[in-house]
């Protein structure tokens, strides 16, 4: 059992992968993906320990240290991960939350199997977390923890943040377990949400779902508040600009160059292989650009690294196969023998890869149907060197509020979507840099290190707040004398 830790991150997925090395040895690395890219340098800064799921089914990790911090992981069963996971989160959660681009499906053993799991983490959580610790929750597979754990450990100061959107009212109202999912959460102090949209969102369902009154972003429950408000995640943006002016990645760059026959201009599209990210629509524009000749396939090459994803859910298989069927047909109608306009990976890479692919990338295509954030246009924004590049940015996903420099595309508009590429190809220089200086200055100034320490300010605060008001009242006017009494007593231990 490890040391029990002032600071727990509850996240369904370890930050870590387990591989074999050559000599067949059993190490752990950290893992891709949208979470763990944003909270691993939190938890190198933070210390403190991570509980989740290692990866495997029907098997139990013993807790270990990993880059400073320690790994708690949690066992899940074979039927436990097709139902809460690849069930609930994935086929139910997912599709509904992301404004349902494909169709939820509602099962009450997958149900069944979400509430077991997340009392699985609460409970693991409350083992590990020291008197009066901060925990902070990750995302909409453990959306009950909150109240699990408060139940288990009233001592500990609860964040909850949502790493996805949060869908407006009709659709939230699709689901038949919204009031325990509406109650799950409300067991935080504070819940974070990507765009203040989804904060309202929230908040307007509680009140019409819930008998709990709601003042500004507050919600009284008694024994504690919980607070909804946006904390738009960032990146680690030095650390990225530094990968990407390495030599290593600047030598990537170049080999990567050379194999695409040193074109003229690269397009390029990044994500996890998800209904979500718009890639139908996207390829298809881009392949109607080659088809039309607006674009020379001669000297601009389309690359779109699509990175595994959930393949064993249903709707992942199918996307795969129409993406490969897609692809294809573009490249043989349109190409030559021994070049193709689109150059399509479904593969994962080494982080300076990515940091090369965006330093090649002339203008970055990130068109998703729905997202919460979008680190892929934040990262680009990063690694770009100079200020040549451009960022097609969907306005459906979160970063587009932050990121209104980039040229914004409907992604569901194809012919649109198509004049926004060429205008960002053909813009004259100097509005292209001033637009990248732009977006350069936003992603400095708004970084995962100010998204953490605002997040946690914030929960701290709300944790102050409680521990000199622990009986919150109904009554305004109570409230507001004890709060005066709270800040007197607060400022005579100052003094
Ligand atoms: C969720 C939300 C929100 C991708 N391929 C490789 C690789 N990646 C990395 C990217 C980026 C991350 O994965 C993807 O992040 P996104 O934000 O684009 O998307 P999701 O995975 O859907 O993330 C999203 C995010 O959580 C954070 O809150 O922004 O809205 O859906 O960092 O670089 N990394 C490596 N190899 C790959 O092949 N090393």
């Known amino acids: 059992m490890p040391e029990r830790s002032h600071f727990v991150v509850v996240a369904n997925r370890l930050p870590v992968d387990r591989v074999t090395t050559e000599e067949g040895e059993t190490t752990w690395r950290t893992s891709p993906g949208g979470l763990v890219t944003a909270l691993e340098p939190v938890m190198r800064k933070h210390g403190g ?69 997340n009392r699985r983490f609460a409970e693991a959580t409350a083992e590990v977390a020291a008197d009066g610790a901060t925990v902070w929750v990750q995302d909409y597979q453990l959306q009950l923890v909150p109240q699990l754990l408060r139940e288990l450990r009233p001592d500990l100061s609860i964040g909850f943040f949502l790493h996805i959107p949060f869908p407006p009212t009709e659709l939230f109202q699709q689901l038949p377990w919204r009031r325990r999912i509406l109650e799950g959460l409300l067991g935080a102090d504070l819940v974070g949400f990507q765009v203040p949209g989804a904060a309202s969102n929230f908040l307007r369902l509680v009140r019409a779902r819930t008998d709990h009154r709601v003042e500004r972003d507050g919600v009284a429950l008694g024994d504690h508040t919980c607070h909804a408000r946006a904390y738009p995640i960032s990146i680690d943006t030095s650390g990225f600009k530094e990968l990407a002016e390495s030599p290593e990645a600047v030598e990537e760059a170049d080999r990567l160059l050379e194999d695409l026959g040193h074109p003229k201009r690269v397009l390029l599209g990044v994500d996890r292989l998800d209904y979500t990210k718009g890639l139908r629509q996207r390829i298809r524009a881009i392949g109607e650009l080659f088809a039309e000749g607006r674009l020379d396939p001669s000297e601009t090459v389309f690359l779109q690294i699509a990175t595994p994803s959930r393949e064993r859910v249903e709707e992942y298989r199918k996307l795969r196969d129409d993406i490969d069927l897609l692809v294809g047909r573009i490249n043989s109608e349109i190409g030559d023998i021994g070049h193709r306009p689109i150059v399509y990976q479904h593969t994962s890479y080494p982080r300076v890869k990515m940091a090369a692919l965006y330093r090649i990338a002339d203008v970055a295509v990130v068109t998703p149907l729905r997202d919460g954030m ?48 060429m205008q960002a190809i053909t813009d004259p220089a100097v509005v292209r840099r001033r637009r990248m200086r732009s977006l350069r200055r936003q992603v400095e100034t708004h970084t995962i290190d100010a998204w953490a320490d605002h997040f946690l300010g914030d929960l701290k605060r709300i944790g102050q707040a409680r521990a000199g008001n622990p009986t919150w009242s109904l009554n305004p006017a109570e409230n507001l004398a004890r709060f005066i009494r709270a800040r007197s007593a607060e400022n005579e231990a100052e003094e």
């Not at 290692?54 to 097709?82: K, R």
């Not at 809460?84 to 509602?106: I, K, Q, R």
Request: with cysteine; aromatic share 16%.
């Open 49 to 117: 320990a991570w509980v989740g799921w290692h990866g495997a089914t029907d098997e139990s990790v013993e807790p270990f240290t990993h880059d400073g911090y320690e790994i708690v992981p949690v066992a899940l069963s074979a039927s436990e991960f097709e139902e809460y996971y690849e069930g609930f989160s994935n086929a139910t959660l997912w599709p509904l939350y992301h404004d349902t681009v494909a169709f939820p499906e509602y099962h009450r053993e997958w149900w069944d199997a979400y509430v077991v799991v």
């Open 374 to 421: 979008n680190l892929v246009a934040k990262e680009y924004v990063a690694c770009h060197p100079g200020t040549e590049g451009a960022l097609v940015l969907s306005e459906f996903a979160g970063a587009a509020r932050e990121l209104k420099q980039a040229y914004l595309v409907n992604p569901y508009d194809i012919n649109g979507m198509k004049d926004t590429v």
